[in-house]
C-alpha cells in the first residue's frame, strides 16, 4: 500500500481504508506517487487483482494507470455483459487518454517472468486477441497513444483528434464494430464478445484487423516496455503489429 510498500498482507478494514485514501484526489496532490495493489485469493498472480498508479504530474510521455484482472475471460452473455460494464463504469470514472479490456496472458511475481516468456510468446502470436500487459512499464511511453486494438477500446480526446474526430472515425470503422459515447471520449466494441483466434486455424480475427489498421495513427508500436514478454529480440514490436502484418 502507497509507493514506498514492498510487500503484499493480508486485507484488513483498515488497509481497505488505506487504500481508499491513495484515491483521494485532495491527498494525492500531497505525494509525487500514489498507488496500490489489491488481489486474491491467490497471493502470486491472483485471479482477481486490481491495480493503480498515479503521477501527479505527468512529465514527458508518462502517464498513470489503473488494471483490473479477472479469474478468466468471460463466456457467458451474463457474464459478458458484466465485464462490459465494469470497463463502462471505470470509463465514466477515470479521465482517460486510453483504455481497453481484452483476454490477456500474465504473470506475477518477477521469478516467473523467464518461464512465462518462453510460454506465453508462443501463445501471443498463435492467438493474437491475447494481450500480453506489462502497465508498470508501458506507463513511461504511452503519452497520448494507445496500446493496439481489443475487444473493447477507450478512445481519449487527443487520440480521437488525431483521428480526425468521431464523425470521420464512425465513417472508417467497420459497421460491425459499435461505437458509444463513455465519460469524455469514445468505446468501441469489436465484436459481441472477446475472442482470441488461432492462426494454426486461420481465425485471424478479421474485425480486430480492420480496427487496427484504422487506429494504427495513434497506436504505439515503438519502445520496450514488452520487451521482457518476448525471449526473442524485437519480437515485442512484430506482436504489437500483429494485427496488421
Excluded at 17 to 39: C, I, Q, V
Excluded at 43 to 71: M, W
Excluded at 235 to 245: A, F, G, I, M, Q
Aim: aromatic content about 8%; glycine content about 8%.
Amino acid at each position: 500500500m502507497g509507493a514506498n510498500s514492498d510487500s503484499y498482507k493480508p486485507l484488513t478494514p483498515q488497509r481497505l481504508a488505506a487504500a481508499r485514501r491513495e484515491l483521494d484526489p485532495a491527498k494525492a496532490l500531497s505525494r509525487e506517487l500514489s498507488t496500490f495493489d489489491l488481489g486474491g485469493p491467490e497471493s502470486i498472480n491472483p485471479d482477481h487483482f486490481f491495480t493503480c498508479l498515479g503521477f501527479r504530474e505527468a512529465v514527458g510521455q508518462k502517464v498513470s494507470y489503473l488494471e483490473v484482472r479477472l479469474p478468466r475471460a468471460p463466456e457467458t452473455d451474463a457474464e459478458i455483459q458484466a465485464a462490459r460494464a465494469l470497463a463502462k463504469h471505470l470509463g465514466s470514472l477515470v479521465p482517460y487518454s486510453s483504455g481497453y479490456a481484452s483476454p490477456a496472458l500474465t504473470w506475477g511475481v518477477e521469478s516467473q517472468q523467464a518461464w512465462y516468456s518462453l510460454e506465453a510468446g508462443k501463445l501471443a502470436f498463435r492467438h493474437p486477441g491475447y494481450d500480453v500487459p506489462n502497465s508498470a512499464n508501458t506507463c513511461y511511453d504511452l503519452g497520448e497513444k494507445l496500446r493496439g486494438a481489443y475487444w473493447l477500446n477507450f478512445i481519449g480526446p487527443a487520440a480521437l483528434e488525431a483521428l480526425g474526430g468521431e464523425k470521420k472515425l464512425r465513417a472508417t470503422l467497420d459497421a460491425s464494430i459499435g461505437i458509444e459515447q463513455v465519460g469524455h471520449g469514445l468505446m468501441l466494441q469489436a465484436g459481441p464478445k472477446p475472442e482470441v483466434g488461432d492462426v494454426n486455424r486461420q481465425e485471424n480475427l478479421p474485425l480486430l484487423r480492420s480496427l487496427a489498421k484504422t487506429l494504427e495513427p495513434v497506436c504505439l508500436f515503438t519502445g520496450n516496455s514488452l520487451e521482457n514478454n518476448f525471449i526473442e529480440q524485437g519480437d515485442s514490436e512484430r506482436w504489437l503489429r500483429r494485427h496488421l502484418d
